[in-house]
């Protein structure tokens, strides 16, 4: 079975597991390293997902894991890593989840340019270009940028993937109510969010 044949199959076990844990499975891949398969699993949830949640699945997904393998679904035949992570800032984002779920946050992003068209509610593409802003709202129809030039509206169509920017302050320019709020610090943990298991 081939790489892609394979990352089909551990999709279709995984993601049952994963949305009854109450999360949504963002991305699957295998690899090869050596005899073993190394099986990455990113999950994410409104509000984020901490170190516990990111245990609780994987105990779960390796349990489905071995139940497939056990009943003869060959998906993995043999041993496996299996890593269960939350998205780091580098993952894009396609999705309107991924926009609501970092609103607040600096974002950059290609934006496709349209005028409007000869009938009322046509919209022709004139281009495209860079936008950074911070989102201050997204849903599922549009999201919403303050840019330093103001606001801007697009729909998710208008948009390509968006790449959080990772912002660094001087420790003189954070308030003392900021250093207060743990929330702020939960953010900067995602990407480390990586519970690893060996089958």
Do not use: C
């Amino acid at each position: 079975m081939d790489l892609a044949a394979r990352r089909a199959r551990l999709h279709a076990v995984i993601e049952p597991v994963v949305n009854a844990a109450g999360y949504d499975l963002e991305d699957v891949s295998v690899s090869r390293a050596g005899r073993r398969h190394v099986v990455r699993v990113i999950v994410d949830a409104d509000g984020g997902i901490n170190l516990d949640a990111v245990a609780d699945v994987s105990r779960a997904v390796s349990a489905a894991l071995d139940a497939a393998e056990e009943a003869g679904g060959d998906i993995l035949a043999g041993e496996y890593q299996l890593e269960v992570s939350s998205p780091g800032v580098d993952r894009p984002l396609t999705l309107p989840r991924h926009w609501r779920r970092n609103v607040g946050r600096l974002v950059k992003v290609t934006a496709r340019a349209v005028a409007p068209g000869p009938r009322a509610g046509d919209r022709q593409p004139t281009g495209d270009r860079q936008v950074t802003g911070r989102v201050v709202e997204a849903d599922d129809e549009r999201v919403v940028l303050e840019t330093d030039s103001g606001r801007v509206e697009f729909s998710h169509a208008e948009l390509g993937p968006g790449r959080v920017q990772v912002e660094f302050h001087r420790l003189d320019e954070v308030t003392d109510d900021e250093l207060d709020d743990s929330s702020d610090i939960d953010d900067i943990d995602d990407e480390d969010d990586v519970e690893d298991e060996e089958r």
